[in-house]
Each structure stands twice: as structure tokens, then as C-alpha cells.
């Protein structure tokens, strides 16, 4: 990732978690019980997963997938949020600061993807099981998954690169608590109105894309579930899709409630933003650990107790 750097500034301040004077302690100690769950929680599901060729299956290794995206995303920021409550410094390099726009939009956009071929995954077993074998192939869940990472790479390197091409010739504190493009950009001494535009309509569109197609999969399970006579095939179904709409709420809703409100944006937007990098994350495995027969089977298999015998998706 390239970029001309047309800025002395080598460093950056970060002055944290706006409106928290005199809680850092307790923050500190909330954020770190939530960030030692995420990662714990999330190798477990993929340790989980790996021991268990019950779980070799299309649905667990994207749930795999998710696991990696939710231990990355939550580092993003995490890690130097909790330095700084702790009151250790509160500086970032410039290639640090590079590195934070670059991976949080990156692993965002993944994480977004990454859902909509769930979703697809869900629509084929619910709408198509008898040829859900041919429709989600392990090389096309290959494919789906390299793409998703793939494209979103070049979304991360984009935003990036388009915001630290701007020139940094004033003050070097950055009023948040990591570096996003928005905060960033408001550092610039040159005329930033493209790249708030590309970037907002860059971002939203993503999310808008992915949640419509999320959206059109799921009006056509529930257009299924209604047509299936036998009340044992509904309860199957919705137990199908429960834990992907829990988590798929927990990512798109708070950006639904503030989008379309304007006036609780300035409001909301930091507690939404910390609630999606640091509780969202240790919400995921949690959510399919519980509600998942398998994976909990696998995991007491793992502990070396014995796995629940009950297979399916």
C-alpha cells in the first residue's frame, strides 16, 4: 500500500473514549474482561471446529471464518483503547495510525461479506436441502471466502490511502480513541470533502448491499417456512437460522438506528462504535456456542467430556 506523504507528522495523540473522565479504571476492567472472552471464546469455536470432522462442513467453516474476523476486528483497537485507559502513552506512529484505518475497514468489510454468503449458505439449506450439497460445494465456499477477503482488502487499502494522501500540517491529536478515517480526516489542512464523501458512500454502500442481500435471503426462507406442513421442519428451520439473524442484528442493527436519525448520531455513534469493536465480538461465539447442539458437543468433546450426538445443521 503505497502512499505519498505529504505530512511532517510522524505521530499521532489519541485522547480516547470521548466523555469518560474519571471512569478509565472501570472502563479498563469492563473492556478487558470483553476482550480476553473474545479471544477466548472465538479460539475455543475454532479449536472446536478443527478437532471435529462433524463440523467439516460449509456452515462451521465459515463460522471458522468469523472467528478469525471477530479475534482481528476487536484488536484493531482494543489493545491500545485498554493502553490508554491504563494511562500509558497515548501516542500512535503514523504507520500505526495507517495500519488501524487499514484493518478496521478491511476486516469490517470482510465481516459484512462474510454474512451475506452466510445468509446464502442458510437459503440453500433451508429452501434447497436436497441440493444443498451441489449448491454450496467446498470449492465454492473456498471461493466465496478468498473473495470476501480479497475484495475487502483492496476496500481497506483504498480508504487508507485515500486518507493519508491528504496533507497533515496542523495538530496531531486525534479526538478518539483510534484511528478512523473521520476523526482523521478532521486533522487535514486540505480540502477534505471527497474523501468524506467517497468514504461515507463507499461504506454505506457496502453495508447497503450486503444487508438487502441478506434481506432477499431471508424473505425466501420465510416464504419456505410458511409453505412446510410439519411443525417439527419449522422448529428445525428457524433453529437453522437463529444464530445467524442473532449475530447478523447485533452487526447491522445499531447502524440502523442511527443512520436514518441524524440527530442521535453525534449521540450514539461512540457507544455504537464500541459496542460493535469490542462487545460484539465476544457476543458471536457466545451466540452459536449456546444455540448450537454441535458446536457445544464438540467443545465438551474437546474438554475431553462427552459430545452430544446429535448431528445437522
Known amino acids: 500500500m503505497a502512499l505519498r506523504n ?75 483503547m485498554l493502553a490508554g485507559l491504563l494511562g500509558s502513552s497515548r501516542t500512535i506512529t503514523l504507520g500505526g495510525c495507517v495500519a488501524q484505518v487499514f484493518f478496521y475497514h478491511f476486516l469490517g468489510c470482510t465481516e459484512c461479506l462474510l454474512y451475506a454468503v452466510m445468509a446464502y449458505d442458510r437459503f440453500a439449506a433451508v429452501c434447497h436441502p436436497l441440493r444443498y450439497a451441489a449448491l454450496v460445494r467446498p470449492q465454492l465456499c473456498s471461493l466465496l471466502a ?83 406442513r410439519s411443525a417439527e421442519g419449522r ?15 447485533l452487526f447491522f442493527g445499531p447502524c440502523a438506528l442511527i443512520y436514518p436519525n441524524p440527530s442521535l448520531a453525534e449521540v450514539l455513534a461512540t457507544p455504537v462504535q464500541v459496542f460493535g469493536n469490542v462487545v460484539t465480538p465476544m457476543l458471536n461465539p457466545t451466540i452459536y456456542a449456546l444455540r448450537n447442539k454441535d458446536v457445544k458437543g464438540a467443545l465438551r468433546k474437546l474438554g475431553g467430556g462427552q459430545a452430544v450426538s446429535e448431528a445437522g445443521h
Not at 212 to 222: F, K, N, V, W
Not at 237 to 246: E, I, K, M, V
Request: with cysteine.
Open 235 to 249: 422448529r428445525k428451520a428457524a433453529s437453522t437460522c437463529a444464530a445467524h439473524l442473532a449475530v447478523v442484528t
Open 6 to 80: 505529504h505530512t511532517s507528522i510522524t505521530e499521532f495523540i489519541l485522547l480516547g473514549i470521548p466523555r469518560t473522565e474519571g471512569q478509565e479504571a472501570v472502563l479498563f476492567a469492563v473492556f478487558l474482561a470483553f476482550y480476553l472472552c473474545t479471544l477466548l471464546g472465538n479460539l475455543l469455536i475454532l479449536l472446536a471446529v478443527l478437532a471435529d470432522a462433524r463440523l467439516h462442513t460449509p456452515m462451521y467453516f465459515f463460522l471458522c471464518n468469523l472467528a478469525v474476523l471477530d479475534i482481528g476486528f476487536s484488536s484493531v483497537s482494543t489493545p491500545k
Open 146 to 228: 478468498a473473495g470476501c477477503w480479497a475484495a475487502s482488502s483492496c476496500h481497506g487499502a483504498a480508504l487508507a490511502t485515500l486518507t493519508f494522501q491528504l496533507p497533515f500540517c496542523g495538530s496531531n491529536v486525534v479526538d478518539y480513541y483510534f484511528c478512523d478515517i473521520f476523526p482523521v480526516v478532521r486533522l487535514a489542512c486540505g480540502d477534505t470533502r471527497v474523501v468524506d464523501r467517497v468514504s461515507f458512500t463507499n461504506i454505506s454502500l457496502v453495508a447497503l448491499v450486503c444487508f438487502l442481500l441478506i434481506l432477499a435471503s431471508y424473505m425466501r426462507i420465510a416464504l419456505a417456512v410458511l409453505r412446510m
